[in-house]
């Protein structure tokens, strides 16, 4: 009698490389620009003066601000001491709204370095009245202050980017010398350049 033996045989294969799994990459580069803007913007009515300036008038136009008043003369009766010698009644502040989102310089200039009056002044008296100034920021970003006389020349204030309240503070200087009648003017020119 045949025997028959049947022998299975079970075979695993086990791949010989392990596959990676299949990826892929792609880039999205976003980009864009924020506009750069400096601008003031005066307040309506003046942000501060003392009572002594007699006779104020205060307006606004665009961004153009005039601000006339009547300066005092002390003690007529004793001409050789009829001078301005009152900083108090000469005394004001112009505010401006201010936004720059950048750095940007302010600057201050003057015509004339002083209140002058075109009329020609005869010995002993004078036809120009000096002042001071101090212009400040007040708000978020680049806070600070400058000042000086207008007769030394232009105020030049660096600033970050800021948002806030631009100041100037103009102070009559005392008079030792007695002004002529009639009208003085002075202009003065601010700049808000932001950085190129």
């Given amino acids: 009698m045949k025997k028959v033996l049947l022998v299975s045989a079970a075979l695993l294969m086990a791949p010989l490389f392990a596959s990676a799994e299949s990826t892929d990459e792609a880039t999205i580069n976003l980009a864009g620009n924020v506009e750069q ?15 002594g300036a007699a006779n104020r008038t205060y307006t606004v136009s665009g961004d153009t601000v005039t601000f006339d008043w009547d300066f005092l003369i002390n003690n007529t009766d004793d001409p050789g001491l009829a001078t301005i010698g009152q900083t108090s009644q000469a005394f004001f502040s112009i ?34 009245l000096g002042f001071n100034v101090t212009i400040k920021q007040i708000g978020t970003g680049g806070q600070g202050s400058i000042g000086g006389s207008a007769a030394s020349g232009d105020k030049i204030y660096a600033s970050p ?7 100037i503070d103009f ?8 002004p002529i009648a009639g009208d003085y003017a002075e202009t003065v020119t601010l700049t808000f350049a932001a950085d190129t």
């Fill in 161 to 167: 980017a800021f948002i806030g309240r631009s100041q």
């Fill in 37 to 51: 803007i400096c601008t003031v913007i005066p307040w309506t009515g003046v942000a501060g003066a003392n009572g």
């Fill in 171 to 178: 102070n009559v200087v005392p008079s030792t010398t007695p």
């Fill in 95 to 128: 505010a401006f709204d201010t936004f720059c989102n950048d750095n940007f310089t302010w600057t201050t200039s003057f015509t004339n370095g002083g209140m002058l009056n075109t009329e020609p002044a005869p010995a002993g008296f004078t036809n120009n």
